[in-house]
Each structure stands twice: as structure tokens, then as C-alpha cells.
């Protein structure tokens, strides 16, 4: 099994739409992030959490929110989806001290 | 903030050829990943670097800190090396945690 999952894996939705992209990892790790790829653009960082009560804006966080449900479990949710919200969300995880991240598959969203 | 450049940033090469993607990167750094990203759209690490030189398999990365430039060499290319790779670096932001910030990627496509 993979060790971090993310659902769904593909998603279509209308304009004003609230959508919740989720992840889980078993990897036991305390960090987990949230990152947005646009064609011709690098990763950019969304969200991220340190621990279950530590959540931290990144560089695009406008119009996301997320939750740290538990350890395993980190949720990106877009309360009124738009358009330019389609795009490949990773969700990726790592462990205190250490810089390298593990990647989720991703969710392939589109906001018609 | 730090900038990170990739070059270049499509590369088609036949098979058997030596391939060198190159990213340089704009302030000091703790390490430098070179991650790929597969068709499917998953992302892998390859390497971490933080100085000198790692090989695995027909894989080579280099690292150069004091001109802040890395390169990933593929020895005897193959089509299944085809995939995008992602160079990104990491800097320490504080308990424990580091920030990567990501290149737009170089899409290598190697022609049987």
C-alpha cells in the first residue's frame, strides 16, 4: 500500500462549488503539506502543518482552508471553487529534522 | 525568497544519448532534491545533495555550492527515462522544519 493516499484522485466540479481534497499517510510523519502545480509553473506551497495544532499559510493560501484532523490525516478544502483553482494538488509529507518530502499521486482537479 | 531555474525546459533526445538537465538556484541552500515526475503525474525523489556528487543506477547528480548550480546527468538514455524532473531546494524556516521551493521542471522525452 501506498504510504500516502490522497482522494479523489480525479475530480470535476462547478464554479461555487466547496470541494474537500483529502490525504493520509502511514509514514508516521509530523509534517504534511499541501501543493498547487500549474502547467509551466513549479509547486507552489498552499498550506502546511507542523503537528495536529500547528497549521501555517504557504504561498497561495487565498481561497483554501484546511484541517488537521489527525497526525495521518490532512484535508484542502475550497469553499467556493474557481476556475483558476484547476489545477494538480500534491499533498506531501515529511518528518521532523529531516528535508526530503514523500509526494502523494495527486488529485487532478477541474473547476468548469 | 529563493529562485530556482531549470534548464532547459523541454529536452528531446534518442535513445542511448547523455543527458544533462542543469538548475541553478539563487541563495544559500541546506539541500538540493532532484524529484520526477512521471506521465501519471506522480512525483519520486531521486536525490538530496547538499555537496559533491551521488550516482544510482544510470543516474548522476551533481552539486556545486559555491556557484549555486546543480546538474542530473541520465547515462545511455532509455524512453522509460522519459518524465519530468523537477530540481527544488531546501532551506531551514525554523522547529525543526524545512521549505522547499521548486523549479518549473525540465520535460525530457527520449525518442526509441
Known amino acids: 500500500d501506498a504510504d500516502v493516499t490522497q482522494t479523489p484522485r480525479n475530480r470535476i466540479t462547478k464554479t461555487g462549488k466547496r470541494i474537500m481534497l483529502e490525504c493520509s499517510q502511514t509514514?508516521?510523519?509530523?509534517?504534511m503539506y499541501w501543493y498547487r502545480q500549474d502547467p509551466g509553473l513549479g509547486l507552489r506551497l498552499i498550506y502546511y502543518s507542523f503537528d495536529v495544532k500547528d497549521i501555517n499559510k504557504g504561498e497561495i493560501s487565498d481561497g483554501y482552508s484546511v484541517s488537521r484532523q489527525a497526525q495521518a490525516k490532512f484535508s484542502l478544502s475550497l469553499e467556493s471553487a474557481i476556475p483558476n483553482q484547476t489545477a494538480l494538488y500534491f499533498c506531501?509529507?515529511?518528518?521532523?529534522?529531516?528535508?526530503?518530502?514523500?509526494f502523494g499521486p495527486g488529485t487532478r482537479l477541474t473547476v468548469l | 525568497k529563493n529562485e530556482v531555474e531549470q534548464s532547459p525546459q523541454n529536452l528531446t533526445a534518442q535513445e542511448g544519448e547523455f543527458i544533462t538537465i542543469n538548475c541553478s538556484y539563487s541563495?544559500?541552500?541546506?539541500?538540493l532534491h532532484w524529484l520526477q515526475q512521471h506521465p501519471g503525474g506522480g512525483i519520486v525523489s531521486l536525490f538530496m545533495l547538499s555537496s559533491g556528487k551521488k550516482k544510482h543506477g544510470r543516474l548522476i547528480a551533481t552539486i556545486n555550492i559555491q556557484e549555486k548550480h546543480s546538474s542530473l546527468h541520465i547515462t545511455a538514455s532509455h524512453p522509460r527515462d522519459s518524465a519530468v524532473y523537477i530540481c527544488a531546494v531546501s532551506s531551514y524556516s525554523g522547529a525543526g522544519s524545512y521549505q522547499l521551493t521548486f523549479g518549473k521542471g525540465t520535460k525530457l522525452s527520449v525518442i526509441p
Open positions: 541563495v544559500g541552500i541546506s539541500a
Open positions: 509514514k508516521g510523519h509530523d509534517r
Open positions: 506531501a509529507t515529511s518528518d521532523q529534522g529531516v528535508d526530503t518530502q514523500y
